[in-house]
Nanobody, 120 residues
Framework: QVQLVESGGGLVQAGGSLRLSCAAS??????SGWFRQAPGKDREFVARITWSGRATYYVDSVKGRFTISRDNAKNTVDLQMDNLKPEDTAVYYC???????????????WGQGTQVTVSS
């Protein structure tokens, strides 16, 4: 079964940047993405990318600031976060949808999460 491991989280000042990386034990040949969850709040979709990397989708609040990418040779999916805001503070989770599973359903695989804290 696919295992996902995130890295790159940390503390950054507002306006700064972080790059998150997700390493997968194997490819799913489907969509991969990122979610985030602040304390006491529901988990929120952030971004996703096709296996080919040729199509992406972002939640409106991060458009123009975050960029998702993938490197299938390394089995990694990255999230470049620029112009970070305090509202971006959350635990960020890497996720992947198994082959033949539509993104209208929950991802089948999750990482453990990495904390991103943006100070004002």
């Amino acid at each position: 079964q696919v295992q996902l491991v995130e890295s790159g989280g940390g503390l950054v000042q507002a306006g700064g940047s972080l790059r998150l990386s997700c390493a997968a034990s194997e490819r799913t040949f489907n969509w991969s993405g990122w979610f985030r969850q602040a304390p006491g709040k529901d988990r929120e979709f952030v971004a996703r990318i096709t296996w080919s990397g040729r199509a992406t989708y972002y939640v409106d609040s991060v458009k123009g600031r975050f960029t998702i990418s993938r490197d299938n040779a390394k089995n990694t999916v990255d999230l470049q976060m620029d112009n970070l805001k305090p509202e971006d503070t959350a635990v960020y989770y890497c996720a992947a949808w198994p082959a033949l599973v539509a993104t209208s359903t929950p991802p089948g695989y999750w990482g453990q999460g990495t904390q991103v804290t943006v100070s004002s």
